[in-house]
């Protein structure tokens, strides 16, 4: 099966940027559509973005259109969150997910552990 693993979270300050990467791995990784999801604590996990697996279409949160890029780059097996002009209300666990094209976290098969990010006020 499929295997992702985040990674490039930590902590920045309000106005900052971070670029989180999730490397894939595993039966059918060059055809599997992409999204990422966040949650905080206390807090149910929410949509960010997903793409299509040839990078062609994308959908975005209205809480983060503008000011993140969801892109990939199928010869290495990676998928990237590029998230700039960032706010407090941006901090939470970021997961990786696969196996979809979809705003609905129930309909993705594969996900990674989640990277961490904090956006300090």
């Known amino acids: 099966q499929v295997q992702l693993v985040e990674s490039g979270g930590g902590l920045v300050q309000t106005g900052g940027s971070l670029r989180l990467s999730c490397a894939a791995s595993?039966?059918?990784?060059?055809?599997?559509?992409m999204g990422w999801f966040r949650q905080a604590p206390g807090k149910e996990r929410e949509f960010v973005a997903t793409?299509?697996?040839?990078?062609?279409?994308?959908v975005y949160a209205d809480s983060v259109k503008g000011r993140f890029t969801i892109s990939r780059d199928n010869a290495k097996n990676t998928v990237y969150l590029q998230m700039n002009s960032l706010k407090p209300e941006d901090t939470a666990v970021y997961y990786c997910?696969?196996?979809?094209?979809?705003?609905?976290?129930?309909?993705?098969?594969?996900w990674g552990q989640g990277t961490q990010v904090t956006v300090s006020s």
């Open positions: 793409i299509t697996w040839r990078g062609g279409d994308t």
């Open positions: 595993g039966r059918t990784v060059s055809s599997t559509a």
């Open positions: 997910a696969g196996g979809a094209y979809s705003t609905l976290p129930n309909l993705y098969r594969y």
